[in-house]
């Protein structure tokens, strides 16, 4: 591990006055949340950064209910508290078992939020310093392309990388349409992704996880979705798919062939098979264009008996 400078931030502006003052080009300095990515980044030696700005004492921890009914979520809110969180479970299902299907609950009890979008790909050439890796040099090439990239995403790729993020949390934010507030030493904005909004009340939703094994392992393909159905009719339908893309990727196309329509297994098969038409399969990982396709179906097939039985 090389040497590194550690640093504590007060709050968020300390934070980022700490960040801009202790990186250069080709030099930045590292926030530390929970640790659980980073650290295992630099034991590796795949991150090598010269200052650490610890952040765990900024005063982020805490989940605020909003007066538009939503919930903003602080950067510092460790993954088990948010899961566990009655506003959320009651309200955000969706993310709760989203939380509850990563990692183990010592990890999850160190994870936190801002940690959980920002933590780097699974991708194994990534971590292994003597691959060829695009991501982590740039310019050297990518050896998961012709490789081994089973795990790897089929959506969104480029000719330069095919890792997908490895997050579930994130995979229900983008189907609960969740918005991520940043600051800079510009200032603050808005990015599409933690205030949750008040609008999913009456959806019926769930998190569905495939994986090699039954925990501690991340998605091979996951879906996150919720659905209204009313008089016999999709009124509304949110659809995210994880362990496809380097995002969560966000099933628009699915979405739209099914708002309107009847909820049926033939309507399901559709929506899911146009929203794969684009898919790149590599030698490793085709596997996933038909476990995504079946995985929407079903998910969507559970949910429409479930609003059945409600109504
Ligand atoms: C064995 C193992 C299994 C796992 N399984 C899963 C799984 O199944 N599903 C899943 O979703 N995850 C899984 N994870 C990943 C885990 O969820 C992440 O490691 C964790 O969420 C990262 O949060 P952290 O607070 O520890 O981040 P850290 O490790 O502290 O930081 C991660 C990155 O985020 C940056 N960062 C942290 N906070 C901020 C902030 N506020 N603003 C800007 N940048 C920030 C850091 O600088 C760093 O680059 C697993 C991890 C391990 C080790
Ligand atoms: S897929 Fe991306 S992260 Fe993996 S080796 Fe290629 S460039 Fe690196």
Redesign the pocket.
Known sequence: MNNFTYLRATDATS?VNLLAANSSQGAAA????????????MREGV?NTHALID?TRAP?SEVQELSDGGLRIG??V??SHLAAHPLVRERYSLLSQ??L????AQ??N???????????T?CYYFYDTASRCNKRAAGSGCDAIEGFNRIHAILGTSPQCIATH?????VALAALDATVN?MGPAGERSLPFIDLPASTAGFTSVYR?V?DRAS????LVSVAAALKVDNGIIQEVRIALGGVAHKPWRATIAEQLLRGAAPTSERFAIAAEAELAPAIPRRGNAFKIELAKRTIAAVLSELTAREGAAQ
């Open positions: 934070a590292r926030f530390l949340a929970g640790g659980t990515n980073l650290v295992d980044l991150e952040i982020l950067a510092l460790r993954n989203a939380i299907n990563g990692a183990s990890l999850r160190m994870a936190t939020t801002g940690g959980n979008i920002m933590q780097r699974r490895p997050s579930d949390m994130c940043v996880k994986r501690y392992a991340f998605a």
